[in-house]
C-alpha cells in the first residue's frame, strides 16, 4: 500500500507523531481557556512589552532623520520634475 507523501503517521504504529495534540484536539493550550477579552488583554500587554525593547530615537538624532528625508524627497520631486519637462517637450516636438 503506498503512503501520501507527507503523511503524519509512522509505518509501524499508524498514530500521528504528536500524540499530544492529538488528544487536546483542534483548541488546546491556553488560548482556549481564555475568553476574547482576555485574549484581548494579553495582546495588549504583548504590545506593550515589545514598545518597552524599542531603541527610541533622541531628539537629535530624530531632527537629523527627518532632515534627511526631507532633503532627500525634494531631491527626488526635481529629479522627476526635471524627467516630466523632458518627456514634455518630446512628445511636443514628436507629435506637434
Known amino acids: 500500500m503506498t503512503e501520501a507523501l507527507g503523511s503524519t503517521a509512522?509505518?509501524?504504529?499508524?498514530r500521528p507523531e504528536d500524540e499530544e495534540t492529538a488528544k487536546r484536539g483542534r483548541r488546546g493550550g491556553k488560548r482556549a481557556k481564555k475568553g476574547p477579552f482576555g485574549r484581548?488583554?494579553?495582546f495588549y500587554r504583548q504590545?506593550?512589552?515589545?514598545?518597552?525593547?524599542v531603541v527610541?530615537?533622541?531628539?537629535?538624532?530624530?531632527?537629523?532623520?527627518?532632515?534627511v528625508v526631507i532633503v532627500f524627497v525634494l531631491i527626488m520631486i526635481g529629479?522627476?520634475?526635471?524627467?516630466?519637462?523632458?518627456?514634455?517637450?518630446?512628445?511636443?516636438?514628436?507629435f506637434g
Open 47 to 53: 504590545i506593550v512589552a515589545e514598545l518597552r525593547k
Open 10 to 14: 509512522t509505518p509501524e504504529s499508524g
Open 40 to 42: 484581548l488583554a494579553l
Open 56 to 67: 527610541w530615537p533622541t531628539r537629535n538624532q530624530l531632527s537629523t532623520y527627518t532632515s
Open 79 to 94: 529629479i522627476v520634475t526635471v524627467i516630466d519637462y523632458g518627456f514634455n517637450n518630446a512628445i511636443k516636438y514628436v
